[in-house]
Structure formats: C-alpha cells, structure tokens
C-alpha cells in the first residue's frame, strides 16, 4: 500500500480559497472557461522532491488537488472524450488529471492524494518499464552523462555546443538532440554518450500497483511499450508499440485500455497516419504535449493538455486550470 496522503491543513479554509481566487480574477476566467467550452486537461509527470523542471513536490501537488476538488469538478478522460465524441454533458469548470510515463512516485505519493480528495486520473504508462529499476533514458541521461570532451569525440557539433553550460543546460540540449535521431540511432547515440545508471531503488510502477489503482477507479492508458518518438520510427515498429502496449496493459490489468498518450507528443512527433493507427487499433483518444485546452474543435487523437511544471506558483497554476490564458 502506498504510503498515506500528504494532505495540506495548513492551506486557507474553502472561503479563503475563494477570496484569494477571486483577487485574482479567478471568477472571471472560470466564466470565460465554461462559456467557450474549453476543459483543461493537466499533465503531470513525476510527484517528487527532487527539484526538476518535471517534479511537483507531494505538498505542492496536495494543494492542487484541494483547490480542484473545491473550486472545479473533476473529471476522467473517459468523460471529457464521451462528451467531444457523443455530445454528453459535462459539470461546470470541468478538469482532467493525467500523467504520464508511469512513476513509481505517482502510486506512492499521488495516489493517496487523488482517493482523498476524490479525484479520477488517468495514468500513460510505458509498458516495458512496468517495474524496472532502470532508468528512463532521459533520467539517464541526466544522471550519467560523460564529459563534453567525450561527448565531443561521439558527436562533435553536440560535443562543442555543450562547453561552458551548466551540467541542466547539457542533459536538455542531449535530449533535444536524441529526439531528431530516428529510433535506432538514438539509443546507439545514448550508449555511446552515457556511462550505464543503476538506480538504487525501482523507478516505475509495479503490475499490482497498477491493478490497485484501476481498482480504485483510476484509468490506465498506453505510452508505448519503449517511449520512443513514433513520428521518427518504422511504420511497423510504431504499429507494434500502439498495439502491443494496448494489448499488454489489456491482458496484465483484465480491463479494456482506451486512452493513449504521444510520447514526447509535439506536433512534429505524430501523424494523421498514426492518428488514425491508434483509432483503428481501438483507442478512443490520444493526448499531445500541445499546449492549449480541450474542446469540440479537437482531434481526439491530438487531445491539448497543459503541463503542470515544478516551482509553478499558486497565481499561475490557478489562471491555467481556470481556462482563462489563451481566453
């Protein structure tokens, strides 16, 4: 069982979460929000300490979720895609939860937050790291990268623009770069660039951690089986991660998987070819990294989503969920 839920007793009672809100303009932007039809869906990544740019701390993500459960009405993504797709109804200053990769951390620390304040969310895992200890290769990556000048022996135009950056400005250009490669040239690439990582303790999500949280109401969706940037693989290779993903998840949980997330997820990273791929195979929606909100006027198999970064203060993550930026 995951450890018990961080909750916040010290944020402000339900009034002076309203007074502050509405300081802020609050009221307005949730007017605008629910009369353009738009519904933001949040992505999150890791909920951790560990600062990084991708990591909301437990306390951070607990007062968040307070202040959706108060001031909004969460919703699955199977709701938000019931209404784009059948016209259902949906509560006033609708909101979805995902995240994405599959984090040990999102069944230790976000879970126990999502069942107290009764919040669905749906879950993107990468299947083939289903209860490894390895890292991700971004995290390796940031954990394991050689030095520029054998970085620069590898690969000498990455190599020369990484002189005199931080080791943070390094890891983000290293991984800006791997994602142009196709497939197999990137993972030769991070051999090549990074001293092998082992992980003191497992950094994803177990199969019955996983049949816990659908149990408890939570979604599970497909991130492919490996993560890798579809748009730049094998027709057949990207095939193989929609659908074997699909069908492990399928067999593994005993339940039907109909969401799927892009990994990386940029415009440049999937298709009209593989939109209709995922729709074939039997998902009812795919989400981007596309920064905006949902709503009639989008693909289901190219969902906007917001993401939701560490060291966000309250003002900014309040004018995102409210719809407001972008009104």
């Not at 993500?61 to 019931?82: D, Y």
């Not at 970064?309 to 009104?327: D, T």
Request: aromatic share 8%; net charge neutral; with cysteine.
């Amino acid at each position: 069982m995951p450890a018990g839920p961080v909750l916040i007793t010290s944020e402000p009672s339900t009034k002076k979460f309203q007074a502050r809100a509405k300081r802020l303009g609050f009221r307005c932007a949730r007017a605008l929000s629910h009369r353009s039809g738009r519904v933001p869906v949040l992505m999150y990544h890791r909920i951790h300490e560990e600062p990084d740019v991708l990591n909301i701390s437990p306390e951070r993500f607990a007062a968040q979720m307070r202040l959706l459960r108060e001031c909004f009405s969460p919703i699955s993504l199977s709701e938000l895609v019931a209404h784009l797709h059948w016209g259902r109804p949906l509560p006033p200053d609708a909101v979805v939860v995902t995240f994405d990769d599959g984090y040990r951390d999102n069944y230790t620390h976000a879970f126990p937050i999502l069942k107290a304040y009764d919040i669905p969310a749906t879950f993107f895992v990468t299947t083939g790291m289903i209860g490894e200890r390895r890292h991700f290769w971004w995290d390796r990556v940031r954990r394991g990268l050689k030095p520029v000048a054998e970085v620069t022996a590898v690969w000498p135009e990455l190599g020369h623009r990484l002189q005199g950056r931080s080791h943070d400005e390094q890891v983000r250009l290293v991984c800006a770069a791997l994602k142009t490669l196709d497939t197999a040239t990137a993972r030769e690439r991070l051999e090549r660039l990074c001293d092998p990582v082992v992980p003191d303790v497992r950094q994803t999500m177990t199969w019955e951690e996983l049949r816990e949280m659908a149990a408890e109401g939570m979604e599970i969706g497909s991130h492919t089986v490996t993560h890798p940037i579809l748009a730049n693989q094998d027709p057949e290779e990207a095939a193989w991660e929609i659908q074997h993903s699909k069908e492990t998840l399928e067999r593994e949980l005993d339940r039907p998987v109909r969401h799927f997330a892009y990994p990386n997820g940029r415009m440049v990273d999937f298709s009209p070819t593989l939109m209709a791929l995922i729709e074939g195979v039997g998902y009812q929606s795919a989400c981007s990294t596309v920064t905006g909100y949902a709503s009639l006027r989008s693909s289901r198999f190219a969902l906007e989503r917001i993401g939701v970064c560490g060291g966000e203060s309250f003002r900014r993550f309040l004018i995102q969920v409210s719809g407001f930026q972008g009104a």
